[in-house]
């Protein structure tokens, strides 16, 4: 069964430095998505992209994220100056289409981001 | 201001019985609204999911969800938990007017005992 891919599971980083998470989405899906989950917080959406381009955004994803499609199947979030805050389990998720059709969002396992 | 809120934090349920979690949202129009699950080391799987039509959804592993718009609830439920359905469950909404942003409720951990 495909399934939506995260690499690393696991990063150590010192604060200030940048950060690059990757995904692997599944290969026929066309939306995707980054969500964090700050330890004993809620999931929260962070930003969905689609037909290369930001499509919608939270207030979290300031000018310090970026994300970006490099190839065809890589999915990567960008995080320039890391800040203890960010520290957080994030996820990356893709779906063939939108909610609102009733497209599911299929999430991977998750890259847990310690900042110290 | 959408919000949804899950009540219960934790809940410990004895294999064999029956389980209902609990989850209630804020929103102007009829959400979107979805059922995840988490184990330990894994990702959000979509247990169901309810977008129109029949209230009473089924979905996998034997449980199903009963929206309720007199309430704004879509509570969770499972007639005879299995110890492998300890994990985290998380109730989210999405909205007509989104690329497909999700609201996530802040999580029922769910303990199953012999």
């Known amino acids: 069964e495909p399934e939506v891919t995260q690499t690393p599971s696991h990063q150590v980083t010192q604060m200030g430095q940048e950060v690059i998470l990757r995904c692997v989405p599944i290969?026929?899906?066309?939306?995707f998505y980054w969500y964090r989950q700050i330890l004993g917080q809620k999931v929260e959406f962070l930003v969905s992209?689609?037909?290369?381009?930001?499509?919608?955004k939270s207030e979290i994803f300031d000018d310090q994220f970026s994300v970006e499609r490099p190839d065809g199947s890589n999915f990567t979030l960008k995080i320039r100056s890391t800040k203890l805050e960010d520290s957080a389990m994030y996820f990356c998720?893709?779906?063939?289409?939108?909610?609102?059709?009733?497209?599911?969002?299929?999430f991977g396992p998750g890259t847990r981001l310690t900042v110290l | 201001a959408q919000s949804v809120t899950q009540p219960d934090i934790h809940i410990t349920v004895s294999e064999g019985a029956s389980l209902e979690l609990r989850c209630n949202y804020s929103y102007g129009a009829t959400p979107y609204l979805f059922w995840y699950v988490q184990s330990p080391g894994q990702g959000l799987q979509l247990l169901l999911k309810y977008f129109s039509g029949d209230t009473l959804v089924q979905g996998i592993k034997g449980f199903e969800a009963e929206f309720k718009r007199s309430q704004s609830s879509f509570n969770l439920r499972k007639p005879s938990v299995h110890w492998s359905d300890a994990a985290e469950y998380f109730c989210a909404v999405g909205r007509t007017d989104s690329w497909g942003k999700l609201q996530f409720g802040a999580g029922t951990q769910v303990v199953v005992t012999p």
């Open positions: 998720a893709s779906s063939t289409g939108l909610a609102v059709i009733g497209s599911e969002q299929f």
């Open positions: 992209f689609y037909n290369n381009e930001i499509s919608e």
């Open positions: 290969s026929n899906h066309l939306y």
